[in-house]
């Protein structure tokens, strides 16, 4: 394939369609700009032509680092690359980093595997020798040194909602539960994100996995989300809790969970109100 190094100016380049990894102002990031402030760009970036100019490929933190120091234009290799080859080159250059967030990694490893089973359709329709490709996924394994196993794990985070995924990248929730967990539809890992919240916890490995059987017999329901994380684990600071079913009778159906502790909470503020008003009296 034909390739150039040209001096492009930065604003001409945009960043790579849905680029999975976060570019951050971290002690990395600093240490690359006082590097190119003294040295200067050691290092073009990958880029290729686009519509509107040039799409990078690989060099996102050089190029940010480069328009904090005001530099007006980059030295670049362009490069003619269709989008499963852009894809992958583009997820190879900065999958190797160490600090990768977990939703990081599960995106690239997406796009990857999508651009690798898109490339290996083209060749079946050109190759006889269809029985001699590799799973895909064991081709991201290899070149990351995890199994095909690990990287179904992390393909299967990008199926949380935000909030859950967030909670991932914090070190929040563990890696196993949050990968049952995706198999839950995006109303109930809801209704699960507001009981963890209401209940200050996360589920356990064996409660992310009970939701999960429960949800692929058809009998998951809002009711037995808030039981399952209503139940006591060993590192979960005491509290009271009571069981949404016991609390029914006292609302209207129409009520939420979040609906009937709001209104418990309001009425134990006045019972204190009234208590304290009666001891002024006195």
Known sequence: QTETIQDIEIDAISDFKDHPFHINMDEDMIKLIESIEVNGQLMPVLVRPSKNGYEMISGHRRKYAMEKLGYQKVKAIVKNLNDDEATILMVDSNIQREELLPSERAFAYKMKLEALKHQGARMDLTSCQVGTKSRTDEMIGESTQESARQVQRYIRLTYLIPELLQLVDD????????????????????????????????????????????????????????????????????????????????????????????????????????????????
């Open 171 to 282: 070190g929040k929730i563990a890696l196993t539960p949050a990968v049952e967990m995706s198999y839950l539809p995006e109303k109930a890992q809801t209704c699960l994100l507001e009981e963890m919240r209401r209940n200050d916890c996360t589920p356990s490995l064996s409660q992310a996995i009970r939701m999960k059987k429960l949800y692929q017999t058809g009998s998951l329901s809002p009711e037995d989300i808030s039981n399952i994380m209503q139940e006591e684990k060993a590192n979960q600071q005491e509290k009271v809790s009571f069981k949404t079913g016991d609390l029914r009778k006292f609302f209207p159906k129409s009520y939420s969970a979040a609906q009937m502790q709001e209104t418990i909470l309001k009425l134990l503020t006045e019972y204190q109100r009234k208590r304290q008003r009666s001891r002024d009296a006195r």
